[in-house]
């Protein structure tokens, strides 16, 4: 079945420090790639996504994320990390058949503390 | 943790017909949510439903429209009312634990003719 494995369950990181989150999932298809990120007491926001052209794909509060077919990896970062990033950060696959959106799954999240 | 059965997982619908979603959670979780993915979209937030009051609706989505139920602690239904080719998405039901742990049902996939 497919899947999305985000491999960090919990970083924990010091302000100015660079963040890396992994996410790889299992599908050979045509896929779009999503990063969002849950703040405490909101719901989800979108940070950015991939549904085609340039791989290297840049959102809002400065993080971007690179995806690498190859690797089916869509890997988000930021090169310097802030209190305020501190929250979940999901990442979601969309599977596209035959040019139709199909399956949305999501991984199971990873925790980002921020110490300042 | 919390797993979450969502049914059902697609259908076809005709044009002015209405479907019931149900979203089933093996705990029992205060907060549930129910979004939808358009083609080419990413989420988007139709309503919190918080069990014994009335479901809090985004801008943009009318109960008439998307009616919610919230019975209980472990269950919530979203209708999709009289619906359009425009109601074709993916319409997704997550909860959220008292520790803020957010989960995710598997997603039901509607096309509307």
Redesign the interface.
Known sequence: AQSVSQHNHHVILSEAASLELGCNYSYGGTV?L?W?V?Y??Q??Q?LL?Y?SGDPLVKGIKGFEAEFIKSKFSFNLRKPSVQWSDTA?Y?C?V?LNYGG?????I?GK?TKLSVKP | SAVISQKPSRDICQRGTSLTIQCQVDSQVTMM?W?R?Q??Q??T?IA?ANQGSEATYESGFVIDKFPISRPNLTFSTLTVSNMSPEDSS?Y?C?VRLEN???F?G??T?LSVL
């Open positions: 779009n999503f969002y849950q405490p007491g719901h989800l979108l996504k549904f979940e999901f979601a969309t139709s959106q199909g399956n949305l999501f999240g | 949510f979004y993915q083609p080419g990413s989420l937030l919190t993916i997704l997550s803020e742990k957010l995710f598997s997603g996939q």
